[in-house]
């Protein structure tokens, strides 16, 4: 290493580091993990694989909803809640919504300055514009790499407008859902299907004065999630009431977490629904390299063109043009390409 550069620290080093807790090995860490540059993918995974398997007493918790339903206050609240009885709190966001100005969760608001600046928690924000070499955001690595960082409660924030929440539905054990007071019969923007994945939902700004109008809206949801199919056997969906801004129905929420965890470890479906995630990350990486090793292949690079040229005239048609590129693939690996 030259001196000009920063130092680079060795996979030992990164390992040692994140296992004790230095916040800043596990934010370089995690900066390599999201990285596409093959040195820092190779690197990542070399951590990655020396990280696995601290998750076992972990809880995550997935919360989502609406742009503005006070997912962060609330994440905060929670967050203070956890770490006044103990525990070490980690916060990732995925996909805040960026389009609505640098708001979401780097705006003025959702800091979590106060919850930040306690010594046993980390919080990471992650834009989903501006990674680096545009990979996908890889939280469920991130969600690893803080496990082995001796995080016992990981909280994922998402909003609930995209694929996002099905995404981190892949990741995390509980999810919440923030809905606001007043509009129950719309579902305030968020996509039906997102009901269906909630373990909790919460009835959100039900601050003291606006309570009426909050009891209205639970008994509508409550109506809403009879009808939903169950997600998991043996878990009965409750909706709450919660104030972010004033700790209203926080350590509720917090209750109804530690019995849907007490539930699912008597019935073996924890450790099925964590079995079946790691399964679908490996698929989904499996799939992701795969994609990028075939386009940059250089046969099928050198196809490429002229099978676009022939399908767009009219002259190929996209499943031959398909199969086309996956000759020249095949080819690049040594078989003769034919099917
Ligand atoms: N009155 C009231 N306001 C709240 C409550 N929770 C959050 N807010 C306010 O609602 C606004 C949005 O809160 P955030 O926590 O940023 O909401 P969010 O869901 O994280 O928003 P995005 O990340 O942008 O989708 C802020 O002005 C908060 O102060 C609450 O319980 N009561
Ligand atoms: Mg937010």
């Given at each position: 290493m030259s001196g000009r550069q920063r130092h680079e620290p060795t996979v030992e080093e990164f390992v040692e580091g994140i296992r004790s807790g230095d916040r800043r090995l596990l934010s370089r860490a995690i900066t390599l993990v999201e990285s596409s540059r093959p040195e820092h993918e190779k690197l990542a995974h070399e951590i990655l694989d020396r990280c696995?398997?601290?998750?076992?007493d972990s809880i995550r918790v997935g919360v989502t909803g609406a742009?503005?339903?006070g997912k962060s206050t609330f994440i905060e609240a929670l967050g203070l809640h956890l770490t006044d009885a103990g525990k070490r709190v980690a916060v990732l966001a995925i996909d805040?919504?960026?389009?609505?100005?640098?708001?979401?969760?780097?705006g003025d608001k959702s800091r979590m300055e106060q919850l930040a600046a306690r010594p046993e928690t980390f919080i990471r924000p992650t834009p989903s514009s501006g990674y680096l070499g545009g990979a996908a955001p890889r939280t469920h690595e991130t969600i690893l790499l803080c496990e082995a960082a001796g995080y016992d409660i990981i909280i994922v924030e998402t909003v609930g407008v995209g694929q996002s929440e099905i995404v981190v539905n892949s990741m995390v054990d509980f999810i919440l859902l923030l809905m606001l007071p007043?509009?129950?019969?719309?579902?305030?923007?968020?996509?039906?299907?997102i009901m269906e994945i909630a373990d909790l939902v919460a009835v959100n700004k039900a601050d003291s004065g606006r309570q009426a109008i909050a009891e209205l809206s639970k008994a509508d949801f409550e109506a809403a999630m009879r009808i939903l199919p169950e997600k998991h056997s043996g878990w009965k969906r409750k909706v709450l009431l919660t104030s972010a801004l004033e700790g209203g129905g926080v350590s509720e929420v917090w209750e109804n977490v530690e019995a849907f965890a007490a539930a699912m470890q008597r019935s073996g479906e924890w450790g099925e629904q964590r079995r079946e995630q790691l399964r679908h990350l490996l698929h989904a990486i499996a799939e992701e390299r795969l994609k990028r090793e075939f386009y940059n292949t250089p046969q099928v690079k050198a196809a490429t063109a002229q099978v676009e040229r022939q399908v767009l005239a009219g002259k190929l048609s996209p499943f031959s043009g398909a199969l086309e590129l996956l000759r020249a693939f095949r080819r690049s690996v040594g078989s003769d390409g034919s099917f």
């Open positions: 696995l398997g601290s998750g076992g742009p503005g339903a805040p919504s960026s389009s609505r100005s640098k708001g979401s969760i780097l007043g509009s129950g019969d719309e579902l305030q923007g968020i996509k039906r299907g």
